[in-house]
């Protein structure tokens, strides 16, 4: 086959495309418009680059839709470009967005962004989101204000900063009742909430279950809560590992009870056995952190309707 003819499968097959041939669906619920998540039972591909790049969050693999095809299948050169071949034209399904797309415009630094941003105060859009829908409580929200971690994002949403080891925001998660994603132009490194000295490394998943976390142990002494924000970079890796050389270490693998958290916490558990820490795998009863405080503050909130005689009310779901 001729390298124009190459070229042009590779521009008209998607990822998306080969994987939904495959089986997989998308998981919108942990997707953004820069990465989709597809599911197919325990197998993740996250598709990006507007579909013509993915990865794979449980291992090294990556790579453009030609590598794709050989990842799920096998197969010689040949093999990869015939079955591209039987894609073109095949339109793949496509998340349901609840956002607009921004249009594109000059972006501005990203510490000039981060600090035009408010921090959340009593009663503004993001402390509600946190403490009505998220069930944090004001300990922890005033914990991370205090920690320059949290600041009002828009329409409602938490902006919960990454942080490199001087300190400097090197990006943000982005969560609310309706977006999630992480910032334009940053990078995920960790965030850190606790004692920034601490010892004790709970590492999660995402901004919200560190918080979760925090509130479920009492912010711990000794403890430092961290998120990867859902990625697992070398500049994320790097992070931890400095953290795990401190004397009495102790690396806590705290992420969530499916298969990209197991994958995670083996990653944690080799670095710990390479660096010589102890190692502790400390799995949610529910899929997240999260999941585990709003079931605690249902039991709680049950508990003082018992006791001033009134009929339980449940708490509302959540996604």
């Known amino acids: 086959m001729e390298t124009s003819e190459v070229e042009y499968l590779k521009e008209r097959v998607t990822c998306a495309a080969v994987l939904e041939k495959a089986g997989f669906a ?6 953004t418009r820069r990465a989709v998540k597809h599911r197919r039972g325990d197998d993740i591909i996250i598709v990006i680059h507007d579909g ?22 096998g197969g010689s050169f040949a093999y990869v470009l015939a079955t591209a071949a039987e894609l073109v034209g095949f339109t793949p399904a496509e998340p349901a967005w609840t956002r607009e797309a921004r249009e594109q415009e000059p ?7 981060w600090r035009t941003r408010r921090t959340p105060w009593p009663d ?3 402390w509600r989101y946190l403490r009505d829908e998220r069930f944090l409580p004001e300990t922890i929200i005033r914990a991370a204000i205090r920690q320059d971690l949290v600041r009002e994002g828009p329409r409602g949403s938490l902006w919960a900063a990454h942080v490199d080891d001087a300190g400097v925001v090197t990006g943000w ?31 999660t998943e995402a901004a919200i ?17 961290l998120s990867t924000g859902g990625g697992w970079s ?39 056995e390479e660096v010589g820490c102890d190692w502790l795998r400390l799995r949610p009863p529910a899929e997240d952190w999260n999941e585990v405080l709003k079931a605690r503050m249902q039991v709680e909130r049950e508990r003082r ?14 996604g």
């Open 305 to 318: 309707e018992e006791r001033r005689g009134l009929p339980p009310a449940r708490l509302p779901r959540q």
């Open 107 to 113: 972006l501005a630094s990203l510490s000039e962004r």
């Open 173 to 203: 998660e982005e969560r609310g009742p309706e977006w999630r994603g992480f910032s334009t132009g940053g990078s995920k490194v960790l965030i850190r909430l606790g004692v920034l000295e601490g010892t004790r490394l709970c590492v």
């Open 234 to 272: 070398p500049v994320t890796e790097a992070a931890v590992r400095a953290l795990a050389v401190r004397p009495g270490a102790q690396l806590v693998a705290a992420t969530d009870a499916n298969a990209q958290g197991e994958a995670f916490a083996m990653r944690l558990r080799a670095i710990a």
């Open 124 to 126: 503004s859009a993001t």
């Open 26 to 31: 998308i998981d919108a619920k942990e997707s």
């Open 52 to 73: 013509k790049g993915w990865f794979d969050p449980l291992s090294d693999a990556k790579g453009d839709v030609f590598s794709l095809i050989r990842h799920l299948d």
């Open 209 to 225: 279950d560190a918080m979760s976390l925090a509130a479920l142990e009492g912010l711990r002494e000794g403890s430092l809560y």
